[in-house]
T-cell receptor, first 114, second 115 residues
């Protein structure tokens, strides 16, 4: 039968506030993680990555936190701007499993109110 | 990413028609991928290819086929389109030799509607 899409998790924040987007992964053997940003009408674009030997990594206005114990990943965006409005995906991979292919989460839609 | 292009960008077709979506890249990457995106379901891998002679099924390959005509070209075919294949399709490339391990670079997408 015809598939029905699931409701996309949504986060709404005020411009200037900090945003936190969460992601859970299932493969305890995953050793590399990426956050992607997808703006309307475009393909996903790389934001930041982290390897399993780290628990925190910072970029420009973004920070990724990794908790391997509970298989949880988060993306923090500081001073959120209207241009940050997009769908955010986490992805994980394990080199040697499926030859390193990425497994994508279902995504979170971030809306920034001016 | 302008280095990965997809044609067409939009396509409306009818049930039972054969459709081909094309992907070209100028990044010189060996690895290419086709994904399908449905609302609330994220990106699901259809097929992937690690070089011209290599084709592998992904999570949801039924009803699809691919051809890797050259390092730079990877096409996706729907042999007999059905409404359930209405979705946004993305092509991606990667090079495991890059500093960012297995980062994938995405094209702009093809929106396919099957009536």
């Amino acid at each position: 039968g015809e598939s029905v899409g699931l409701h996309l998790p949504t986060l709404s924040v005020q411009e200037g506030d900090n945003s936190i987007i969460n992601c859970a992964y299932s493969n305890s053997a995953s050793d590399y993680f990426i956050w992607y940003k997808q703006e309307s009408g475009k393909g996903p674009q790389f934001i930041i990555d982290i390897r399993s030997n780290m628990d925190k990594r910072q970029g420009q206005r973004v920070t990724v936190l990794l908790n391997k114990t509970v298989k949880h990943l988060s993306l923090q965006i500081a001073a959120t701007q209207p241009g940050d409005s997009a769908v955010y995906f986490c992805a994980d991979t394990h080199y040697g499993g499926s030859q390193g292919n990425l497994i994508f989460g279902k995504g979170t839609k971030l809306s920034v109110k001016p | 990413d302008a280095d990965v292009t997809q044609t067409p960008r939009n396509r409306i077709t009818k049930t039972g028609k054969r459709i081909m979506l094309e992907c070209s890249q100028t990044k010189g990457h060996d690895r290419m991928y086709w994904y399908r995106q449905d609302p609330g379901l994220g990106l699901r891998l259809i097929y992937y290819s690690f070089d011209v002679k290599d084709i592998n099924k992904g999570e949801i390959s039924d009803g699809y086929s691919v051809s890797r005509q050259a390092q730079a070209k990877f096409s996706l075919s729907l042999e007999s389109a059905i409404p359930n294949q209405t979705a946004l399709y993305f092509c991606a490339t990667s090079d495991p030799g890059l500093a960012r391990y297995n980062e994938q670079f995405f094209g702009p997408g093809t929106r396919l509607t099957v009536l």
